[in-house]
């Protein structure tokens, strides 16, 4: 089926370990995204991919790196998670600019718990 | 920077009763304007959003919203709430030509029987 698909959906790893979220389209859009989600903040843009190879910063990328080789995978890393990346993260894609018809299609959520 | 707000983290109504969630951006440049709606569990939705032309925009499930930008608002609103309308609602801003868009923190709406 089309869509976007996040992996896993729960997640729970100790401090200090690395994690990495996946994130696959089916869409062959060229933007991606990755926010997190706190209570309190609404959802915050860590990274961002205009196409493959190309990636830049949001607002919170400290302590994440991601990569795109391929134009329908997005790949999040948390090289040493610490317990303030607790948190809700979700991928999303666009076709386009977001004026224009496209809008942003978002997967269902990676719930992650750094103890 | 671009920022929006959201005024109430939290908005209860009675079924059947008019639903308004508040939403104000700070650019003093129109944006692009947005209303996404995030159910248990799952990713968020787009409701309806706001780029040229009418300044009222009508969405999915009978929600609309009206930009005014004396007023730097982009409210949303329905005539009538139903029980399944029960969720988060985020207002969101881009700048014109960007691709990257700034959430509000975020409004539970609960309906009440």
């Known amino acids: 089926d089309a869509g976007i698909t996040q992996s896993p959906r729960y997640k729970i790893t100790e401090t200090g370990r690395q994690v990495t979220l996946m994130c696959h389209q089916t869409?062959?859009?060229?933007?991606m995204f990755w926010y997190r989600q706190d209570l309190g903040h609404g959802l915050r843009l860590i990274y961002y991919?205009?196409?493959?190879?190309?990636?830049d910063k949001g607002e919170v990328p400290d302590g994440y790196v991601v990569s795109r080789s391929k134009t329908e995978n997005f790949p999040l890393t948390l090289e040493s998670a610490t317990r303030s990346q607790t948190s809700v993260y979700f991928c999303?894609?666009?076709?386009?600019?977001?004026?224009?018809?496209?809008?942003?299609?978002f997967g269902n959520g990676t719930r992650l718990t750094v103890t | 920077a671009q920022s929006v707000t959201q005024l109430g983290s939290h908005v209860s109504v009675s079924e059947g009763a008019l639903v308004l969630l508040r939403c104000n951006y700070s650019?003093?440049?129109?944006?692009?304007l947005f209303w996404y709606v995030q159910y248990p569990n799952q990713g968020l939705q787009l409701l309806l959003k706001?780029?040229?032309?009418?300044?009222l925009v009508k969405g999915i499930n009978g929600f609309e919203a009206e930009f005014k930008k004396s007023e730097t608002s982009f409210h949303l609103t329905k005539p009538s709430a139903h029980m399944s309308d029960a969720a988060e609602y985020f207002c969101?801003?881009?700048?014109?030509?960007?691709?990257?868009?700034?959430f509000g923190s975020g409004t539970r709406l609960l309906v009440r029987p």
């Open positions: 999303a894609s666009s076709e386009s600019e977001l004026g224009g018809n496209s809008p942003l299609h």
């Open positions: 869409w062959s859009h060229s933007y």
């Open positions: 991919s205009a196409a493959a190879d190309i990636t």
């Open positions: 650019s003093s440049v129109p944006p692009y």
């Open positions: 706001y780029t040229t032309g009418a300044t």
């Open positions: 969101a801003v881009s700048d014109r030509g960007s691709y990257k868009l700034i």
